[in-house]
Each structure stands twice: as structure tokens, then as C-alpha cells.
């Protein structure tokens, strides 16, 4: 069984500053993606980074990187130069051999002008 | 927009009825997974399907059930509804082997 834990569940971060949101998972599986998706207030599921499991370099995205430390079972996400509209929910989850996500609980992000 | 298309947006209804949700995935993608999202329990995988055959199956109750068509879309059917049944319910879609699922919008049902 996988499992994602997210220790945060509200983090807060001054406009501009860089956040890092923490995400450890558990799985038996050694192929296997890490996914962080960002869900704002009206609702949708926006998918922000993925991280393959045998992936050597981190994964980027614009400002998002995603801190992969495999030994760690960790998958953190920076998001750097915080923006008013960063203020979310954002969601860690893995997958392996293409079936369904495991999502974490989630951690609210508030970026604060 | 992430490609897939889900409708209604919105769904109100009372307890004991039956709605069917719909789910058009992004084109090309050939699986597509339905996901729960309520307060207390968060987000819960239903049900996948994979070019139009059941691949794997959640915490989906027996009173819903779900199927994808030739043309890819997918439907959720929920019967007998309870007012515990009041969530966000998603489709997402991925390519086989992909590196991403993409999410709908939603569809937010409300039983009252």
C-alpha cells in the first residue's frame, strides 16, 4: 500500500519569500511518480510538478521545484517569489504502474502582501 | 484549462435520487479515474477505467457505478442518494505511462 503524509496543515509565507511544503510518502513499489497539484478556493485540481522515481535531476517547473530525496522518502515542494496568488491548497500524491493517486491530506498555503 | 471536461459544475438534488455525472477526458487519453473529495474523508479514489474496461476499483459504494464509453468519455452513476453523499467529485484523465493525471473542474454535488 502507498501512503502520503503531509506533517502542515497551514503554512504561511510573506509575498516574495520562498516556501517549502512538506510531503514524505511510503511505498514497497521502487518505479514510481510523485505529483504535487495546487487547489485554489473555487475548487479545480491544477497539477503543478511530477517526479519520477529513477528522475536524478529534481524536477522544475517555472517556481516550483520539487526536492526529491529518495533515501528520505521525501518530495517537498519550493515554491519561490510567493505571489498573493499562490494562497491554496496544495496537495502531495504518487502514483506507480499507472494506477490511481494516493493523496496526501493536503496543507493550506496563505501568502500574506 | 487542463482538457478534461466534466458537467454539471453544479448539482443539487434530494436523498433517495439518482444524478449521473459526466467526463470527457483530455484527447488522446485512454485512462480515466473518478475521485471523491469531502470534508472529512478528503480526496478518495473511486474507480479507473482504461479504454473502456474497469482497471481498479476504490472505496466506490455499491449503490455507484461508473463506465467509459467507445468514445472515451465516462459516466458516474449514483443511486439512492444519502446526504453523506454531498462532495466534490472529479475525473481526471492520464495517458498510459504518463507523468501527469489531469483534473477536471469538478462536479459539486449537494444532497439535501
Known amino acids: 500500500a502507498q501512503k502520503i503524509t503531509q506533517t502542515q496543515p497551514g503554512m504561511f509565507v510573506q509575498e516574495k519569500e520562498a516556501v517549502t511544503l512538506d510531503c514524505t510518502y511510503d511505498?514497497?513499489?521502487?518505479?514510481?511518480?510523485l505529483f504535487w497539484y495546487k487547489q485554489p478556493s473555487s475548487g479545480e485540481m491544477i497539477f503543478l510538478i511530477y517526479?519520477?522515481?529513477?528522475?536524478?535531476q529534481n524536477a522544475t517547473e517555472g517556481r516550483y521545484s520539487l526536492n526529491f530525496q529518495k533515501a528520505r522518502k521525501s518530495a517537498n515542494l519550493v515554491i519561490s517569489a510567493s505571489q498573493l496568488g499562490d494562497s491554496a491548497m496544495y496537495f502531495c500524491?504518487?502514483?506507480?504502474?499507472?494506477?490511481?493517486?494516493?493523496f496526501g491530506s493536503g496543507t493550506q498555503l496563505t501568502v500574506l502582501p | 484549462d487542463s482538457g478534461v471536461t466534466q458537467t454539471p459544475k453544479h448539482l443539487i438534488t434530494a436523498t433517495g435520487q439518482r444524478v449521473t455525472l459526466r467526463c470527457s477526458p483530455r484527447s488522446g487519453d485512454l485512462s480515466v479515474y473518478w475521485y471523491q473529495q469531502s470534508l472529512d474523508q478528503g480526496l478518495q479514489f473511486l474507480i479507473q477505467?482504461?479504454?473502456?474496461?474497469?482497471?481498479a476499483k476504490g472505496n466506490i459504494l455499491e449503490r455507484f457505478s461508473a463506465q467509459q464509453f467507445p468514445d472515451l468519455h465516462s459516466e458516474l452513476n449514483l443511486s439512492s442518494l444519502e446526504l453523506g453523499d454531498s462532495a466534490l467529485y472529479f475525473c481526471a484523465s492520464s495517458v498510459e505511462g504518463g507523468r501527469g493525471a489531469f483534473f477536471g473542474q469538478g462536479t459539486r454535488l449537494t444532497v439535501v
Open positions: 477505467y482504461y479504454n473502456g474496461e474497469e482497471r
Open positions: 500524491a504518487m502514483t506507480s504502474f499507472a494506477r490511481q493517486l494516493t
Open positions: 517526479q519520477g522515481s529513477y528522475d536524478e
Open positions: 511505498t514497497s513499489d521502487q518505479s514510481y511518480g
